[in-house]
């Protein structure tokens, strides 16, 4: 078994924790829009490395069938049986991860589209944007209280933002992402960075004042009771700083040039990365049949 | 006009109202909004937010004039958000504005905005 067999899963990998580690200066939209690309692409690289390794070693590849497929498996050498067991198990274990979540997410947007939108009475000044074409926001008595009608403002175009640009698929498949690919979590944390500064640019464009929008934040969180975001263990990773610090500089770029370049080219090298492992695994299958 | 969705523009509706200090009437309000949003669009959302109870309106000659609700009376006091595990949202079903802040993020937003204050 070489190495080489690792390739596809690890580059988009290292794309994502490099992006997630290091942002680099340029609109959220686009840093949203990459990093989600990437991490699709690395849970792709990793399941269809899996399954690779399972078929190479449950085939029978020999010299006589190497002619019609291709020469690439006795390259890759045989897979010991090891290690397809535990790709096996990996791959259960992501199966099983992975309806889970799905299940659970859709339990939570039944949940919530019965509460439905307008104001809910609760001490803690929230707001949420409730996705979906019969969406809408949700409210807290305790954020009405806290704001003024101008701050107000800002939550409701942070909220409409978030629906405008469909966020909530954003999150729910990053969601997904970190929980079949647990190593994902840091790149999941960061895309959801990158869409609440996406919101947060869009409410500062409408309301016309950045300081304004970094204030209401910095209030709005200020106001909140400390909560310890289960979902995130051990990570300290200060958003709401670096929401407020962001807006307190100028207007990023718009990259309306540089955005789309990277993108595609994140797109196509996602696409070379992955089409070796699907060109073995079409070819496995073939040998099957 | 591109089809908006009616849960973006009930947020820009309300967004524009509580920017105003004083009732705005429909064709104010779909002034206000980019993108030319018809005017039976805006009063098919006011009626929405009207059952809500997120808006008052008054008459203003012959016609209806509105703003957001300061009575918090008339808030669905009954509709609690329960479901705490919903408020810390794992499966990014919502989309919050903030999250609560640990006592590490708190001290680090108050040295930047006073690090902003002194600059300013």
Redesign the interface.
């Known amino acids: 078994m070489s190495l080489e067999i690792y390739i596809p899963a690890s580059l988009p990998f290292a794309a994502a924790l490099l992006m997630s580690w290091r942002q680099p200066r340029m609109h959220p939209a686009w840093t949203a829009r990459i990093l989600a690309v990437l991490i699709g692409a690395t849970v792709l690289a990793v399941l269809c490395t899996l399954l690779f390794a399972i078929l190479a070693a449950v085939t029978a590849v020999t010299a006589a069938d190497a002619g019609i497929v291709g020469d690439f498996f006795l390259e890759h050498g045989p897979v010991p049986m090891p290690v397809a067991v535990v790709a096996a198990l990996a791959l259960c274990a992501m199966t099983v991860a992975g309806v889970r ?1 799905v299940l ?2 859709r339990a ?2 039944r ?2 589209r019965n ?8 001490e ?1 000044p ?13 409210l ?2 305790g954020l ?2 806290l704001l003024t ?2 701050e ?2 800002v ?6 933002a ?3 640009h469909r ?2 698929l ?6 997904l992402a970190a929980r079949i690919v647990p190593a994902l979590a840091g790149a999941h944390r960061a895309l959801r960075l990158a ?2 500064r996406w ?1 947060d640019e869009d409410a500062a464009e ?2 016309g004042d950045r300081a304004l929008t970094a204030r209401t ?2 209030r ?3 106001a ?8 995130y263990p051990g990570a ?1 990773d ?4 670096r929401r ?2 962001a807006l ?1 500089r100028e207007t990023p770029p718009d990259n309306r040039i540089t955005g789309p370049v990277l993108l595609s080219g994140a797109w196509m090298a996602t696409g070379s990365a992955i089409s070796p492992t699907f060109s073995h695994y079409a070819s496995f299958v073939l040998l099957l049949v | 006009m591109p089809r ?5 523009l ?3 509706v ?3 109202l ?4 004083d009732f705005l009437s429909p064709g104010d309000i779909a002034e206000r909004l980019e993108g030319g949003t018809a005017y039976t669009t805006v009063n098919t959302i006011l009626f ?1 937010l009207l059952e ?3 808006v008052e309106r008054a008459r203003k000659g012959r016609a209806y004039v509105y703003r ?1 609700t300061a009575d ?1 009376s008339g ?7 329960g ?1 705490l ?22 001290a ?3 040295a ?2 006073d690090e ?1 204050r002194s600059d300013a």
Do not use: C
Request: without cysteine; charged residues 20%; aromatic residues 6%.
């Open positions: 979540t659970r997410q939570d947007l949940h919530v509460l439905g939108t307008g104001v809910v009475a609760d803690r929230f707001a949420a944007a409730l996705p979906g074409r019969d969406g809408g926001v949700i807290s008595t009405v209280r009608g101008r107000l403002e939550v409701l175009r942070h909220e409409a978030h629906i405008k966020h909530h954003y999150l729910m498949f990053g969601a869409l609440e919101a409408a309301v934040i910095a709005v969180a200020l909140n009771p400390a909560a310890t975001p289960a979902w300290a200060f958003q709401v700083a407020v610090q307190l | 908006r969705k009616l849960g973006q009930e947020a820009e309300l967004a524009v509580a920017g105003a200090d929405r809500k109870n997120l957001l918090e808030l669905a006091a009954e509709r609690m958000f479901h595990r919903l408020a810390h949202d794992p499966s990014g079903v919502l989309t919050h504005f903030v999250h609560g802040l640990s006592p590490e993020e708190e680090a937003l108050r930047l905005l902003h």
